[in-house]
């Protein structure tokens, strides 16, 4: 085809269209390559080559340098053979026409078309026939042939439990469904195909034998032993090009097993079969004056010996049955006549016979009488079988039913909005498909369980078991389970009876793999570690819980249940990397840790000791109140400020331990329980309980590092102040308080609490301008603070001060 200007080639199958269209695209490219199928339909303007289904085939050829029909054998096909008949005898291309198929049609071919130039391509390989089987001796790469789905199913449930499974093939699948059965056969995921004769036609298989399971069929009239040529179309599945097949029968089944005759054995090894004596027909171009005029088109016997009128089709007998129905009473003009016989011609997917879908028929033309079906009816009908869940049997029927609704969609005069609808039913007909080729291969697939089955009384521990860097425990690509950390847990959709079968196989590699995977921790920067609460994590697990010791930062690790059963030498040198990065990661509290060194100092005597204790108590800071200030000698304070402390109006602290890193890593650490403000900002929010770190002023709390900083100025103001006059009042500066974030009355709450008063500056009289009097301010701290400062001093020889120099 592609070797002319243009093409168009008629397929059986939609799956052929599609294969041989997307072989085509890659040749010509995608603009130049158009899919015509009664469900799908890929027309870009400039296409010159196109794709069908022989139903969707243009009677004409559209015109075509070139037209080929395939499988034109299938003209004698009851139900389907009259449109074959007709693209026989009328479409032509301008330079060649070809029609492939079965030598069995050679000699109609001579009768009707007696200038067609026949020529023939032998079978390269030959097929033998080896008898009956039984199933747990069917060879690998088998496909195994059924007449019925429940046959289908039983002996692909049967080769689940004794072979690891089976893909499973019905012409009840959507063409999706079956390319992900096939794709899982050709892959070696398994070793077994079993399929009803839908296998016989469009699906290249790596098959070495064919068994038969039965040999007699229902071909929609009677119960009937297959021909010879139905046979061999499906035997000849075994063997590709060049390599040999073979063919039998499946033994051992309930029933007697079925067996070829000496002459079917003869006809399908030497591929020798009796030709066919007709054609069927039906009139191609019937006239639509009326519907009984339509009707009797239909019916009219063909006038060639060679053709035999067609057995009447379900688009005939639903014709026929609703033109006796009301729904047909205004079905009178020849366009009419036309459309009425376009929604009868919809083909029946559903297959839920005759009644069921003319009433289905009636109910879209009464839509289709008026006018189109609107877009909003059409996508709620789509959004209806948008269901993914249920059985196979149940997706069956949702996918026949929206491949009716692909097939309306397609129709140009039928739906608005025609593009964006027939899209979102091929995109529900894919979900579905997805979904039953997951159910079929759920139900009639379980590889995992026969890769471990193939292993029983073998050391389990030789198994290609593999621990991934997700965590997932696999043997061969198939699931055992998962670790998360170094904790193993069985896959939860693994049946209860494989449970235990597959904790033993992952148990015996997993104390390899689980120490491989910590030395390989080990040996990382461990940037996947987390702190906190008082744990080290890695992946959300456990890896040693952290206890904090009296006397130093650096806390003791305790390793978890999981780490301490790994092999003795991943397991230290997970704790020793672990150990490292807890000392790199605790170098922000280095602080804290010299109030620890220096509350051990025999130097810093007691009252100092207090004080660091004091300190520690409270992470890096603690009020002047709770402090004990008043029994610490002044010439400790250099020791103290020399490691970092600061004296402040209101509170001791360390500034170093006030900043985010440590906040957050005491937090971490579970030392210090108090609520944590991450980033430490300048100020927040006050409440009943405060951040780490912060003091409250007024509905504010501030930093106590830069509480300090304000209240110093303020003091330095006073002082400057009074430097002048002892008693005179002053003006501080809120510029700083309110730069930082501080509201004013929460800077006056602030300075309130270290004894500073505010005076308000009365207001300029009216009518008076200039600038605004400031605001005065006078230090009075309360009298408790006062005595605490400067307690008083006893008299002289007095009893009381006999006791001080005892407390002294």
């Known amino acids: 085809m592609v070797a002319h200007s243009s093409g168009c080639m008629g397929f059986p199958l939609r799956l052929l269209a599609r294969e041989v269209y997307d072989r085509v695209r890659a040749i010509k490219g995608d603009s130049q390559v158009a899919l015509i199928t009664g469900e799908e339909r890929i027309e870009p303007n400039t296409a010159r080559y196109l794709c069908c289904t022989v139903e969707a085939m243009p009677r004409d050829g559209a015109g075509s340098a070139f037209v080929a029909l395939d499988e034109a054998q299938l003209a004698a096909d009851r139900e389907r053979g009259h449109i074959f008949t007709d693209r026989l005898l009328n479409t032509r291309g301008r330079e060649e026409t070809m ?102 036609m469009g699906l290249n298989l790596d098959v070495n034998h064919v068994a038969f399971a039965g040999l007699t069929k229902f071909d929609g009239v009677r119960m009937r032993r297959l021909l010879p040529a139905e046979m061999a179309q499906i035997a000849g599945r075994a063997g590709r090009h060049q390599r040999d097949g073979t063919f039998g029968t499946l033994a051992g089944q309930r029933s007697e097993a079925p067996e070829f005759t000496d002459e079917e054995v003869y006809a399908i090894e030497e591929h020798r079969f009796a030709p066919l004596t007709h054609l069927f027909w039906r009139e191609p171009e019937p006239r639509f004056d009326s519907l009984q005029r339509l009707i009797d088109d239909l019916e009219a016997t063909p006038e060639d010996p060679a053709l035999r009128l067609a057995p009447e089709a379900i688009d005939l007998t639903t014709l026929k049955t609703l033109a006796e129905d009301a729904v047909a009473i205004n079905v009178r003009s020849p366009g009419m006549v036309r459309r009425f016989w376009e929604a009868c011609s919809l083909p029946d997917f559903r297959q839920r016979g005759p009644d069921v879908h003319a009433r289905f028929v009636a109910r879209l033309w009464q839509d289709l009488s008026e006018g189109y079906l609107g877009a909003d009816y059409v996508a709620a009908r789509i959004s209806e079988l948008a269901n993914m869940a249920g059985d196979i049997d149940t997706l069956q029927g949702r996918i026949a039913a929206i491949r009716s609704w692909a097939y309306i969609c397609q129709r140009p005069d039928w739906v608005l909005a025609r593009d964006e609808m027939a899209s979102r039913a091929r995109g529900v007909e894919a979900k579905l498909s997805d979904a039953l080729h997951a159910r079929l291969t759920e139900r009639f697939v379980n590889r995992r369980t026969a890769i471990l089955m193939k292993s029983l009384g073998e050391d389990t521990g030789m198994l290609p078991i593999t621990l991934s860097e997700d965590g997932s425990v696999t043997v061969e690509d198939e699931q055992l389970g998962t670790v998360t950390g170094f904790r193993f847990a069985v896959d939860p959709g693994a049946r209860h009876e494989d449970r235990r079968m597959l904790l033993a196989a992952a148990e015996k590699a997993l104390p390899r793999l689980l120490g491989q995977r910590a030395e390989a921790l080990a040996a990382s920067d461990l940037a996947e570690i987390e702190l906190g609460r008082g744990t080290l994590r890695w992946k959300g697990e456990e890896l040693a819980r952290l206890e904090v010791r009296d006397g130093t930062v650096t806390p003791v690790l305790h390793p978890s249940r999981e780490v301490a059963a790994l092999p003795n030498r991943a397991s230290e040198a997970l704790l020793s990397a672990l150990t490292r990065w807890l000392e790199a990661k605790l170098a922000p509290l280095e602080p804290l840790e010299r109030l620890h060194m220096a509350a051990r100092d025999p130097e810093a005597g007691s009252q100092a000791r207090a004080l660091l204790l004091n300190l520690i108590a409270g992470h890096g800071y603690t009020s002047r109140e709770r402090a004990g200030i008043e029994h610490l000698p002044k010439e400790m304070r250099p020791f103290l400020r020399k490691i970092g402390v600061t004296f402040g109006a209101l509170d001791i602290f360390a500034p170093a331990l006030l900043k985010p890193a440590p906040r957050q890593l005491l ?118 603070k006062q005595e605490r400062a400067a307690p008083a001093q006893p008299r002289e020889g007095s009893a009381f001060a006999a006791l001080a120099d005892l407390i002294r």
């Open 99 to 200: 029609l492939l198929g079965s030598a069995t049609v050679e000699p109609l071919v001579r009768q009707l078309i007696p200038k067609a130039e026949i020529s023939d391509r032998p079978r390269f390989s030959t097929l033998k026939h080896i008898g009956p089987r039984k199933l747990s001796r069917l060879p690998p790469r088998s496909a195994i042939v059924a007449f019925s789905a429940e046959q289908v199913y039983a002996v692909a449930e049967m080769l689940r439990r004794f072979r690891g499974g089976a893909a499973v093939v019905m012409g009840a699948l959507s063409p999706e469904t079956r390319n992900k059965q096939v794709a899982l056969f050709q892959s070696g995921e398994v070793d077994y195909i079993v399929a009803t004769d839908a296998i016989g």
């Open 667 to 784: 937090s971490a650490l579970g030392i210090d329980r108090r609520p944590l403000q991450e980033a430490m900002l300048p100020v927040i929010a006050g409440g009943k309980k405060l951040p780490s770190g912060y003091r409250p002023a007024g509905e504010q709390a501030i930093r106590i590092d830069l509480a300090e900083k304000i209240l110093r100025a303020a003091h330095e103001a006073r002082a400057k102040a009074q430097a002048k006059d002892r008693r005179r009042k002053f003006v501080v500066d809120l510029a700083l308080p309110i730069s930082i974030g501080l509201e004013q009355d929460s800077v006056i709450r602030l300075l309130g609490g270290a004894g500073f008063r505010i005076q308000r500056a009365r207001p300029l009289a009216e009518g008076v301008c200039g600038p605004p009097r400031p605001d005065l301010w006078e230090w009075r701290p309360s009298r408790r």
